[in-house]
């Protein structure tokens, strides 16, 4: 399974996608949950594994090195720990310790309050 992480067009963020080919580098053919089925830029998904949590980011936040914005999706891949769990999500590219070829969507796994954090 596939989540939007970033929203072109007439997609939301959040959309989860299953893919049905990857033939392509760029666009793959996929279908929503709803049953639409259609392209979507590759760059723009992020990978959900079973048993880890969608969720949005409720608001602006600065954490250590990496920025989340409101509305953001972001991976739960840790247990919560005191409120606490660790999240993947795309880097802040902004950041000097990334690096990738342009059109490269770079992802960081960070811990995060999950006070701040919302299932999609």
């Given at each position: 399974?596939?989540?939007?992480?970033?929203?072109?067009?007439?997609?939301?963020?959040?959309?989860?996608?299953?893919?049905?080919?990857?033939?392509?580098?760029?666009?793959?053919?996929?279908?929503?949950?709803?049953?639409?089925?259609?392209?979507?830029?590759?760059?723009?998904?992020?990978?959900?594994?079973?048993?880890?949590?969608?969720?949005?980011?409720?608001?602006?936040?600065?954490?250590?090195?990496?920025?989340?914005l409101r509305d953001q999706i972001v991976?739960?891949?840790?247990?919560?720990?005191?409120?606490?769990?660790?999240v993947r999500c795309a880097a802040d590219?902004?950041?000097?310790?990334?690096?990738?070829?342009?059109?490269?969507?770079?992802?960081?796994?960070?811990?995060?309050?999950?006070?701040?954090?919302?299932?999609?």
């Amino acid at each position: 399974m596939l989540i939007y992480v970033r929203a072109p067009r007439n997609y939301r963020a959040g959309y989860k996608i299953t893919v049905i080919d990857k033939s392509e580098k760029d666009w793959w053919k996929g279908k929503c949950l709803g049953g639409r089925i259609g392209y979507f830029p590759s760059a723009y998904v992020m990978r959900v594994e079973s048993g880890q949590r969608t969720l949005q980011v409720t608001r602006n936040l600065q954490l250590a090195d990496q920025t989340l914005l409101r509305d953001q999706i972001v991976i739960q891949v840790g247990e919560e720990m005191d409120g606490v769990a660790m999240v993947r999500c795309a880097a802040d590219v902004r950041s000097a310790d990334h690096t990738g070829k342009e059109g490269d969507v770079l992802y960081k796994e960070i811990l995060c309050p999950l006070k701040y954090l919302q299932e999609v």
